[in-house]
T-cell receptor, first 113, second 113 residues
């Protein structure tokens, strides 16, 4: 799986939007972009994933650059419960299926009340 | 609660002792994964099963580690002759065969004194 680069940490005020960036310049045509997050003292949880088009779900939105070399996870209104480590992961799903996830260090998001 | 469960949640042991962890996946999930996470790092893949078959083992899984999933339901991870370097959070995840999302348990935190 291709490598991703994320900032080590970010800070946001409560109830403001948060844009978490991820660079993946070596992404291949069949790599899906996945985001997981890990709340304190818990296992990771799935947030969202996409291939080319922007994606929305109840948790977040995923904006994918036209060249697919970067993407942004958007939390529309950060709450204190969104404080977590956010991981951006590439997976070649068509070729590899549901194989193990390869985590980097992620971005630690702090939310200030 | 129908999520992934792990037991125990915490384990403290002395160096040289054997420990065993259990993971109960979500019912009817074919795939089960074990990961290890040390402080400040993302989870690292150890091994995974499809039903009762162990499909892949990471190089991180030394000879002292063994995992089983005898009936394709729960799984156990055993560490023999524990070392201080084995201190970590051990995470279990499960997924259905044809979806990309993995569902994680809360983890077992191992401390080797």
């Amino acid at each position: 799986d291709a490598k991703t680069t994320q900032p080590n940490s970010m800070e946001s005020n409560e109830e403001e939007p948060v844009h978490l960036p991820c660079n993946h310049s070596t992404i291949s045509g069949t790599d899906y972009i996945h985001w997981y997050r890990q709340l304190p003292s818990q296992g990771p949880e799935y947030v969202i994933h996409g291939l080319t088009s922007n994606v929305n779900n109840r948790m977040a939105s995923l904006a994918i650059a036209e060249d697919r070399k970067s993407s942004t996870l958007i939390l529309h209104r950060a709450t204190l419960r969104d404080a977590a480590v956010y991981y951006c992961i590439l997976r070649d799903v068509p070729r590899s299926g549901n194989t193990p996830l390869v985590f980097g260090k992620g971005t630690r998001l702090s939310v200030i009340a | 609660d129908t999520g992934v469960s792990q037991d125990p949640r915490h384990k403290i042991t002395k160096r040289g002792q054997n420990v065993t962890f259990r993971c109960d996946p979500i019912s009817e999930h074919n795939r089960l994964y074990w990961y290890r996470q040390t402080l400040g790092q993302g989870p690292e893949f150890l091994t995974y099963f499809q039903n009762e078959a162990q499909l892949e083992k990471s190089r991180l899984l030394s000879d002292r580690f063994s995992a089983e999933r005898p009936k394709g339901s729960f799984s156990t991870l055993e560490i023999q002759r524990t070392e201080q370097g084995d201190s970590a959070m051990y995470l279990c995840a499960s997924s259905p065969l044809r979806t990309v999302t993995q569902y994680f348990g809360p983890g077992t935190r191992l401390t080797v004194l």
